[in-house]
């Protein structure tokens, strides 16, 4: 089955600055990829997703990035703010998603 | 994005007794849906996936005569979580998928707590 794995657990950046979270995966077939954001005991959102004919994707501050090849997919976070702080999770796979075990990033003003 | 629903948002019941966890999806037809369980500061483990009209598949080490999954229609899928015992105490969080392929959609999570 597919494993995610997820780094860095935590991450603390300054306001502005940008914030870079990476994810491996391990099934070959995997071919969706999502980005959720989950602030304290609330449901994760889906902030960004990226596909596997897709190399690259951009939402406004919010970047995705797949290499299929290498197995491994990353969000980029440009000009930080406050609240952008939470815990993000990758996910990986096709009809059911495995999860990775989450970045806890916080936003320094 | 579409609404996913779930209810109730907190239960607190005795050790023993079964608890009933509803999840819908308000706009649009969920042919899958997922159920997942998450302890504090950790990730979604995903613990049965199910299609409406049949069987959930568990996954491994998740019992399924402890945790029945019901999809008994395209909106609506329940969890019950029988003879609950304190260790059975977490964040149950459901997702709903239009189709293969899909995005996922969450519901707002159950927090149980068996005294």
């Known amino acids: 089955g597919e494993n995610v794995e997820q780094h860095p657990s935590t991450l603390s950046v300054q306001e502005g600055d940008s914030a870079v979270i990476k994810c491996t995966y391990s099934?070959?077939?995997?071919?969706?990829f999502p980005w959720y954001k989950q602030e304290l005991g609330k449901r994760p959102q889906l902030i960004i997703d990226?596909?596997?004919?897709?190399g690259e994707k951009k939402d406004q501050r919010i970047a995705v990035t797949l290499n299929k090849t290498a197995k491994h997919f990353s969000l980029h976070i440009t000009e930080t703010q406050p609240e952008d702080s939470a815990v993000y999770f990758c996910?990986?796979?096709?009809?059911?998603?495995?999860f990775g075990a989450g970045t806890r990033l916080t936003v320094k003003p | 994005g579409a609404v996913v629903s779930q209810h109730p948002s907190w239960v607190i019941c005795k050790s023993g007794t079964s608890v009933k966890i509803e999840c819908r999806s308000l706009?649009?037809?969920?042919?899958?849906m997922f159920w997942y369980r998450q302890f504090p500061k950790q990730s979604l483990m995903l613990m049965a996936t199910?299609?409406?009209?049949?069987?959930?598949?568990?996954e491994q080490g998740v019992e399924k005569d402890k945790f029945l999954i019901n999809h008994a229609s395209l909106t609506l899928s329940t969890l019950t979580v029988t003879s609950a015992h304190p260790e059975d105490s977490s964040f149950y969080i459901c997702?709903?998928?239009?189709?293969?392929?899909?995005?996922?959609?969450f519901g707002s999570g159950t927090q149980l707590s068996v005294l």
């Open positions: 990226i596909r596997s004919n897709v």
């Open positions: 706009d649009f037809q969920a042919t899958t």
């Open positions: 997702s709903a998928s239009g189709g293969y392929n899909e995005k996922l959609f």
């Open positions: 199910s299609n409406e009209g049949s069987k959930a598949t568990y």
């Open positions: 099934d070959s077939a995997s071919n969706y």
């Open positions: 996910a990986a796979g096709d009809n059911d998603m495995r």
